[in-house]
């Protein structure tokens, strides 16, 4: 059973930073593609920053330059450093897995972060 626990979420005025993580068990973030998405309300989720399992990383273009994707095979967790934050960054972040074969994606619970002006 793959389960993924996301914590770091929080308070932050704008400028500052916080560091997401996410802890994977019953799969490994080393033979998948891995990923961070948000959600702010009355909006889509969407994507944040994707590393493939050959290490390759994608940002959408908001978050270019301020934000970090990078895991920790050994603790077989996922991490999302967040920096210059701004207001509209306020949203539910999730984990995301995706199985390489066959496609089945699965999502942690969300932690929240909101950035005050």
């Known amino acids: 059973q793959v389960q993924l626990v996301e914590s770091g979420g929080g308070w932050v005025q704008a400028g500052g930073s916080l560091r997401l993580s996410c802890t994977v068990s019953?799969?490994?973030?080393?033979?998948?593609?891995m990923g961070w998405y948000r959600q702010a309300p009355g909006k889509q989720r969407e994507l944040v920053a994707s590393?493939?399992?050959?290490?390759?990383?994608d940002y959408s273009d908001s978050m270019k330059g301020r934000f970090t994707i990078s895991k920790d095979n050994a603790k077989n967790a996922l991490y999302l450093q967040m920096n210059s934050l701004k207001p509209e960054d306020t949203a539910v972040y999730y984990c995301?897995?995706?199985?390489?074969?066959?496609?089945?994606?699965?999502w942690g619970q969300g932690t929240q972060v909101t950035v005050s002006s």
């Open positions: 590393l493939s399992s050959g290490g390759s990383t």
């Open positions: 995301n897995l995706k199985r390489i074969l066959g496609g089945r994606e699965y």
């Open positions: 019953g799969s490994s973030v080393s033979l998948n593609h």
